[in-house]
Each structure stands twice: as C-alpha cells, then as structure tokens.
C-alpha cells in the first residue's frame, strides 16, 4: 500500500502521519521494529528498493516513511528512479509506504506518479476561517478548556491559518484559565502576532548563565509594554517545552518526530534543541518551577513583577 500526504498545512499533515503511525504499530508491531524512517538527504535508490522490498521482522508488514523526498532538489534523480520503480508488479507486497510533503506538491514527475498509483492521497489545504473557528473549538475541548466566540475571532485575527502557533497559543491559554472560559481579553494579552525572537534570545542567555543580557532583554520585554503576566506565561510555556523535548530526546526520539508528538512548531524544535546543549535537566525543572512561583505571587501579592523577575534571573544564571 502507498500513501501519499501532502499540503501546506504541515500540522494536520504531520498529525494524521502520526496517526497512521500509531494505528500501525497498535495493530502490526507494538515493538516499532518494522517501522523504518527514511533520511532524505542521504537516501540512495538501492537503499529505497531495498526498505521497500524487505519483509516483516517478526511482523506481517513494515511500515516504510519518507519525508519531504520531492521538495528537497537535491533528491531529483532518486525520485526519478522511485516513479519509475512504483509500477503494480512492484507494488503486490504488504508493506505500507508513505511519502509525506510539507507542501503542496503541483506538479512533479514523482508527485504526479504517486497521484496515479497511490491508494490514499491526502491533501491539506490552508484552513480558512469558518473551518479555522471549529478547530479551535474542538482543539480547546480536547485540552478540556473553554472559550468564547469572540477569543475564537481574535485568535484567528492574530494566529491566522499557522496551526502550530495556534496550538502553542491555545496551550498556554488553556493552562493560564485552569478551566475557566478564554475570554477576548486573555487572547489581546497572551498572544502575539509572531513567534517572539527575544523569548528565544532570553531563554539562550539565561542558559548561557548571562545573568546581565538576560536581565535587560527582561526590561525590554516590560518596557515594550508586555505584560508581566504575558512575559511570564511565555516563559513557562518555553521551559515546559525544553524539558518535554529534553525528555523525548532521551528516550531516543528523532528531532523530526518530537514536533509531531508535541505538537509544538518544527522551528521551535529546532531551536530548543540548540538551547538544550546550555542545559541540565535538574535546572530546567529547577527553572520551571522558579516561574510556577513567581505567576502565584504575582496574582496573590503586589511585589513588583520586575524585581522577581529580575531575582529568578539571579537564581538561575548566577
């Protein structure tokens, strides 16, 4: 069987290839042996031929994963070869294999092989915003949050059709109301138009013990008019990633894998495994925990956020 997925909307496609993972493993090979994920960028036609054509190990079939084979240039002749290859006669076996793009793939000469021959073809379009209001509905219920429609037309507003940063901004809004409704006001001060670089350039000099960079990006976050609690939930948020993506890398996960399983955008993958190399795990969970404090002062006392901001920098950094 090939499957074919592919779309501008990397999310859903990523979500349903985990999906597909997923369902194969539970019902083929609950040990993951007969999973097998192909490096494009160092991927030969023998070694395609050879994945493909292999039988099971101690399982009925293998599942046989490509990613993004068409959109890297480089791999021209090798698709060549694989369109040539995916003919009936080759294909009678059990093994299953999918060809996953993260775009839309128009017109290619393996593309348009696999529209031919594939069993499935999946494509996934941008959403738009009525389809957009839903997804945000059914993500918040499965986070077992709430929200009103006026957050729901603010966060498409502000997010549009980038679903990673929407499930980022709905995590964080979700675990900030603890339960209670998402209110329009919560999206105007929470989430931002675009991946914020200096919650990035923060994180990097806390880990880099930089007590002094980070303590100036912190007073030019509140200078810009963010607000304590918006900087704080954003930098929770960052922590909260570094150790699930420490953890996940720990027990073996592929980088290209975490996003998918996380749900968190392949760039801030990318970029919190960078940071990681900065960190121990016993200080990112020292860090988290620094700002679980620090949001339960600032909503039940007056301190200012500033000066304990400034004091878990010292606690960190120092």
């Given at each position: ?116 021959v594939a069993d499935k073809t999946e494509l996934f379009n941008l959403l738009e915003n009525t389809q957009l209001n839903k997804w945000i509905n059914k993500e918040v219920a499965q986070l077992k949050g709430k929200i009103d429609s006026e957050a729901v037309r603010q966060l498409v507003e502000k997010v549009g059709d980038n679903l990673w940063q929407m499930s980022n901004e709905l995590n964080k809004l979700v675990s900030y109301k603890n339960g209670k409704e998402i209110k329009a006001k919560d999206v105007e001060l929470f989430v931002r138009s675009k991946y914020d670089q200096d919650i990035f350039h923060l994180t990097d000099a806390l880990g880099a013990k930089n007590a ?107």
């Open positions: 069987m090939v499957i074919y997925l592919h779309g501008d909307d990397s999310y859903r496609s990523l979500q349903r290839l985990k999906t597909l993972k997923e369902g194969f493993i539970k019902k083929f090979d609950k040990s993951s042996l007969n999973v097998v994920i192909l490096d494009k960028d160092k991927l030969e036609f023998a070694d395609w031929q050879k994945a493909v054509a292999a039988s099971g190990f101690l399982a009925q079939k293998r599942l046989i994963v490509i990613k993004n084979l068409i959109t890297n240039k480089k791999n021209k002749e090798v698709c060549q070869e694989i369109a040539d290859y995916l003919t009936p006669q080759n294909l009678k076996g059990d093994n299953i294999i999918i060809f996953w793009e993260g775009k839309q793939i128009k017109s290619s000469v393996l593309g348009n092989k696999l529209k031919k002094k960079l980070a303590s100036k990006l912190i007073g030019d976050q509140l200078n810009s008019g963010n607000h304590p609690l918006a900087l704080l939930a954003t930098l929770s948020w960052q922590f909260r990633n570094l150790i699930l993506i420490k953890s996940k890398l720990d027990q073996g996960v592929p980088s290209f894998d975490i996003a998918s399983d996380l749900k968190i955008h392949p760039y801030v993958v990318k970029k919190s495994v960078a940071m990681l190399q900065k960190f121990e795990l016993a200080e990112l969970k020292k860090a988290y925990q620094g700002l679980l404090e620090i949001d339960l002062k600032l909503k039940t006392s007056r301190v200012d956020p500033k000066t304990l901001l400034n004091l878990f920098v010292i606690k960190i950094a120092s």
